[in-house]
């Protein structure tokens, strides 16, 4: 087995065959004239390219329609996401100026009930101290 090399890939054998095979067709058809049988070759290539290049033309317009179509449906997605999201942030801002009003309002009684507090607690220790001296 040591002196075994690797098989052979037979592709290339086959290739061949079937060029030969291709043109022993066309000289066939062309009645044994190279050069009918050459420009039936030439001919076909032609054909067979020119159908390849509209096959080619007509899926590259499809793509070309179907990714504007995507790109469409993305920027609706986006613009509609982007709008979400300044609803919410409009949304946020105003329940957060409401809350500041009403944290600010609350604010504003507590402070105004500490003031009245230390005002009556001010007038009973002023008319205690005015006692001490003989006031009312």
Excluded at 30 to 40: C, E, I, L, T, W
Excluded at 66 to 95: C, F, L, P, T
């Amino acid at each position: 087995m040591s002196g075994m090399s690797p098989p052979r890939s037979r592709l290339p054998l086959y290739l061949g065959l079937g060029v030969v095979a291709a043109g022993g067709y066309y000289l066939y058809g062309a009645g044994g004239d190279p050069k009918v049988a050459q420009k039936n070759i030439e001919h076909d290539a032609n054909r067979a390219s020119s159908k390849l290049r509209n096959e080619v033309r007509g899926r590259e317009r499809e793509a070309k329609k179907a990714g504007e179509e995507w790109g469409q449906r993305a920027g609706s997605k986006i613009d509609s996401a982007v709008d979400d999201a300044r609803s919410k942030i409009n949304s946020a801002e105003s329940k957060a100026d409401q809350q500041r009003k009403d944290v600010g309002g609350e604010l504003q009684q507590t402070i105004d009930r500490a003031d009245r507090k230390v005002e009556e607690a001010a007038s009973k220790a002023k008319s205690g101290i005015s006692s001490w001296f003989g006031g009312k």
